[in-house]
């Protein structure tokens, strides 16, 4: 098995999993799409959004420290120039397994964010979508998955 695999099937064995990122008003928004997929998987997500308020039905918290009982993991779906302030804050509330969303494109991956987590100990994944390996994975994630793999995109981890 693949230090990316490991480090995948150890994230997504996470009981209580955040989203950093999930929109208020964007209902088709990757973070709530991720959100939604991790929760109908059976794991008791959490919806991070600075604004607060409800998210997907449920409470949005304003941050990490905000969630009562804390979380094993957080999924970043934000802005790279936002995920730095996401995984300090999962630093700060001993969260130590992170998930920096991209597929295509920009992503959340912030190279200063990686090389934070792994200055502190926390596993990091840094690309793709755990929309990619959560069961049951829809066919338009395989295809990702699969390109990403030729192409030599899939996530990187330690």
Sequence with gaps: MTARR???DDFLAQRRIAVAGVSRTETNAPANLIFRKLRDAGHETFAVNP??????????YGDLAAIPGGVDAVVVATPPAATERVVR?????GVRRVW??????????????????????????A???????????????????????????LPKGD
């Design 51 to 60: 604004n607060g308020g409800q998210v997907e039905g449920t409470a949005a």
């Design 127 to 153: 690309g793709g979508c755990p929309m990619m390996y959560c069961e049951p994975v829809d066919f338009g994630h395989k295809c990702i998955r699969f390109v990403l793999g030729l192409t030599g995109g």
């Design 89 to 93: 804050d999962a630093v700060d509330a």
């Design 6 to 8: 490991e480090l995948v």
């Design 100 to 125: 920096m969303h991209r597929a295509f494109g920009e992503g959340s991956v912030s190279e200063q964010a990686v090389a934070y987590c792994r200055d502190h100990d926390v596993r990091v994944i």
